[in-house]
């Protein structure tokens, strides 16, 4: 259901988001007494409620639906009176199935007429993907080679000038030293290789030592990263005796790109000489690939080449009300301008499949989409775990109390069009429009996934702040409300905070927002994350993580 709180929510310190619902959010903080209007009949609350918390607009009797987005969110596990705060301590986990809002073939595509020109300079690749970035990947096969990888991320940083953390470094000096006794940077010079963003090195825990299926995961990850439109070419690294082969790698490499139009060179480290001639090796594919990656310049390129992950972390009660129903209007648009969108975090999906279901295109696509749930649903129980696990307790201390209520506002980003596949755990998108990707609600993990399955641009969301970014997709960070927008400016890029206050609609901010993520994407705009240098690249070890 298209949202809509912008037009009176700078009236009101509370909103009811659907007709169905039996619980109101407040918007700002609501001391004990206060009256509140909903729809013409005033409530009185019988305690205080923190802003961005849910309260009970009749009372309920244990075992009752606790309804928000005209979805069941919870069930009351002890009467809860008229006007009393939804908490952990009425309140459990539930979902249930119900008629679904949307009708496979019913979207109404929104009005994308000021954007039918538009175009991004882009990475054109031989293969026909366009990249908005263009780097060279460093990877390892297993985690025994991750201090050659970081060797390796120093030498190169030095050698190109180009050390991220420079000023960092200068601050320790200046703290340790005195400024006065601080030796000054030499001022960087011009860049050797202006057309490449730079030399991006993964590392990480897996390789060996896990099962077959783990190391099969990771190499087809690793080859969704390294055949990705970002990245101009790979070097890779292996010890040799890992479970994580070369020829898996290979094998993997060669599916996606079956004319080997990527350059990718394999190197092992027990079949070289010594350490040094492995760095040395190393060093000379990483920059004669810069020199090549320098080659490609960027041009015009149509929005449909753009594919959007959406994933969002440290979400707080707002998050579903502004910042994700504004990434999901900004979705719709781009698919209805012929590009995709890719939502992730099953467990965040958990008590809106059939939302989902009704929106997929055909029974092929929602069985998958069924499947693929049930199948990790039944991981998690084999460990222990459960989707009802998944809000974390800065989740629960800022308004989402079950994750079936973080599920309703985190499935938002995903905007109203239909579905049009389902892909699992590092599989590639191949179909234009709205994707759903299995992979767990962890922020690193999932936006690792998203990269590796063809995101060349992700729109991550938070109402508590994380500074999270991804080694090869440039990661543009949405703030749920303005109070968090001013206080971690370094991280936020783009503020969704005006529609809590009914200052601006979403249809507003959703063109606004399209606009940074072309200038992003051309890269006219660089994201607080890429400018932090902040790569967080974390397999996931499936059945284990939420």
Not at 41 to 68: C, N, Q
Not at 446 to 466: D, P, Y
Request: glycine share 10%.
């Amino acid at each position: 259901m298209p949202q809509t709180i912008a037009s009176d929510s700078g009236r009101l310190a509370s909103l009811r988001v659907h007709a169905a619902d039996n619980v109101r959010v407040a918007l700002k903080d609501l001391p004990a007494g206060s009256e509140v209007d909903d729809d013409g009949r005033l409530l009185r609350l019988d305690e205080a409620i923190r802003h961005k918390h849910k309260f009970t607009i009749r009372p309920l009797d244990t075992g009752d639906a606790v309804v928000m987005y005209g979805v069941t969110v919870g069930r009351a596990t002890r009467p809860v009176a008229e006007g009393a705060a939804i908490t952990t301590d009425n309140t459990e986990h539930g979902t249930a199935t119900t008629l679904p809002q949307a009708r496979r073939g019913e979207w109404q595509a929104p009005d994308v007429t000021a954007f039918l020109d538009a175009t991004f300079e882009g990475y054109h690749r031989p293969d026909g993907q366009v990249g908005t970035a263009n780097v060279w990947l460093v990877v390892p096969l297993v985690f025994c080679e991750n201090r050659n990888i970081e060797v390796l991320r120093q030498c190169v940083a030095d050698a190109l000038g180009e050390d991220p953390f420079r000023d960092y470094k200068r601050m320790a000096r200046e703290l340790l030293h005195g400024s006065a006794g601080a030796t000054p940077d030499e001022p960087p010079g011009e860049r050797l290789f202006p057309n490449v963003e730079g030399v991006r090195f993964l590392t990480h825990t897996l390789g060996c030592g896990g099962t077959d299926d783990d190391a099969e995961a990771l190499c087809q990850l690793l080859a969704g990263y390294i055949c990705h439109p970002n990245v101009a070419g790979a070097t890779v690294l292996s010890l040799g005796c890992q479970k994580a082969q070369i020829d898996m790698l290979r094998a993997a490499v060669t599916e996606r790109d079956p004319d080997g139009l990527t350059t990718v060179h394999y190197l092992e480290q027990q079949a070289s000489l010594s350490e040094e001639a492995l760095i040395h090796e190393a060093l000379i594919t990483i920059f004669d690939g810069l020199a090549e990656a320098n080659k490609v310049t960027r041009a015009p390129a149509p929005l449909s080449a753009l594919t959007l992950g959406v994933e969002c972390g440290g979400s707080d009660g707002f998050s579903g009300l502004s910042a994700n129903p504004l990434v999901g209007a900004v979705v719709d648009r781009l698919v209805a301008l012929g590009g995709s969108g890719i939502l992730s975090e099953f467990p965040e999906l958990c008590g809106v499949e059939h939302e989902l279901i009704a929106r997929c295109t055909d029974d092929s696509v929602a069985s998958r989409f069924q499947n693929l749930m049930e199948a990790y649903q039944q991981h998690a129980a084999r460990v222990g775990a459960d989707f009802s696990m998944n809000p974390s307790p800065g989740n629960i201390r800022d308004g989402l109390i079950t994750d079936a209520m973080k599920s309703a506002g985190a499935a938002k980003k995903g905007g109203d069009s239909p579905v049009v596949d389902v892909l699992d755990y590092t599989e590639p998108r191949t179909r234009a429009g709205l994707n759903l990707l299995c992979s767990p609600g962890n922020d690193v993990e999932s936006t690792t996934a998203l990269a590796g399955s063809g995101a060349n641009l992700i729109l991550f969301t938070t109402g508590l702040g994380t500074p999270t970014g991804n080694p090869i997709t440039p990661v543009i960070k949405i703030s749920s409300n303005s109070e968090l927008a001013a206080r971690m400016s370094d991280v936020i890029d783009f503020d969704a905070g005006p529609i809590i206050r009914g200052e601006t609609s979403i249809d507003e901010l959703a063109e606004r927002l399209l606009r940074l993520c072309i200038a992003a994407a051309s890269g006219g705009y660089r994201p607080r994350a890429v400018e932090l240098a902040q790569y967080d690249f974390i397999p996931w070890k499936r059945g284990v993580s939420l």
